[in-house]
């Protein structure tokens, strides 16, 4: 009885150690793709949030936009820029957070500007 009973756990740690494995790399292919979709795109985003200060992320969330649409983002920047202005109550340090979360922005635009090719560009506008 003790034989079988190891023979099943065996069983069983070894269907449970291949399932395991097989997600492992399903998982590091999946991350691989992401990473050269991503491609030259991802590395200038990152240098610019590490030039700004400023991710992606948290500019999208400053200025309440969840997509990359020029005119939702200048519409709520100046909003935002208006309520948070000295003269009428507001605060400084909101005021240039909006300011540099606009530029994060607006550097992602250019970003993707830069690598849609002409075609693409055309069509869409």
């Given at each position: ?6 023979q ?14 097989r997600?492992?790399?399903q ?5 691989q ?7 030259r ?5 990152a240098?610019?949030?590490s ?22 983002i200048?519409?709520?920047?100046e909003h935002?820029f ?7 109550g507001g605060?400084f340090y909101l ?12 550097e ?16 869409q506008?």
């Amino acid at each position: 009885m003790a034989k079988y009973l190891a023979q099943i756990v065996v069983m069983g740690v070894q269907v449970v150690g291949r399932a395991f494995a097989r997600a492992l790399r399903q998982e590091f292919a999946a991350s691989q793709a992401a990473a050269e979709a991503r491609g030259r795109a991802g590395k200038q985003s990152a240098a610019v949030s590490s030039f700004t200060g400023m991710s992606l992320q948290e500019a999208q969330q400053i200025l309440n936009v969840a997509t990359l649409n020029p005119e939702e983002i200048q519409k709520n920047y100046e909003h935002l820029f208006k309520v948070n202005d000295k003269t009428v109550g507001g605060s400084f340090y909101l005021q240039s957070k909006v300011v540099r979360a606009k530029e994060r922005l607006d550097e992602e635009i250019a970003i993707e500007k830069q690598d849609k090719p002409p075609a693409q560009e055309q069509t869409q506008t």
